[in-house]
Structures are given as structure tokens and as C-alpha cells.
């Protein structure tokens, strides 16, 4: 009797394991990704927001928010995760010289 208690619960976890492959992780996934790009913002890089502005990041607060140039001489003020994409990433000063 305990093993047909057992198999009964074999198709549960194998579908659990496979929402977790198919669902769960890549979504955890994007989710670091997106995070990394967010932390790696600096003066310079033209974004697009999840409104669908476009602009380009004049500051990076700490306190999570970005000022952003949308027009020459109009600025935003965007919550650093509400960034979509960076069209265009700034190089790093360099500090060779």
C-alpha cells in the first residue's frame, strides 16, 4: 500500500519540476540580468523606459532614481527599475593617462 501512496505522488513532483525548469528559473534569470543592468547605468548611456521614453542619463542617484534627459534641456526624474533596455552604453573613463 505504500508504494502505490508514493506513485501517486510522482506525476505532482515531476510537474512541479518541470513549471520549475520551464518557468521559475528563467524568470529568476532575467531577473539577475535585468538587476545587473541597472547597477551598471552611468552618465551618458541613452535607455529606454517601460513607458517608452527615450533619453539619456545625466545623473545617477543613490537613492535608486536616475535623471533623465528626454529633450535637449528637459530633464525626468525615473526610478533606476523602471529602465526597459540601454540602447547605447557609455566606455569608461580611462584612467591610464
Known amino acids: 500500500m505504500e508504494g502505490s501512496a508514493i506513485a501517486q505522488f510522482v506525476?505532482?513532483?515531476l510537474i512541479f519540476a518541470i513549471m520549475y525548469?520551464?518557468?521559475?528559473?528563467p524568470q529568476q534569470k532575467k531577473m539577475k540580468e535585468h538587476q545587473k543592468m541597472v547597477q551598471n547605468l552611468r552618465r551618458g548611456d541613452q535607455v529606454v523606459t517601460q513607458g517608452g521614453l527615450i533619453g539619456k542619463?545625466?545623473?545617477v542617484k543613490d537613492s535608486n532614481e536616475?535623471?533623465?534627459e528626454i529633450a535637449e534641456g528637459v530633464k525626468v526624474r525615473v526610478v533606476q527599475n523602471t529602465i526597459a533596455q540601454v540602447l547605447s552604453k557609455t566606455e569608461p573613463a580611462n584612467t591610464d593617462k
Open 66 to 68: 536616475l535623471d533623465l
Open 21 to 25: 525548469f520551464l518557468l521559475i528559473r
Open 11 to 13: 506525476p505532482l513532483i
Open 57 to 59: 542619463v545625466v545623473k
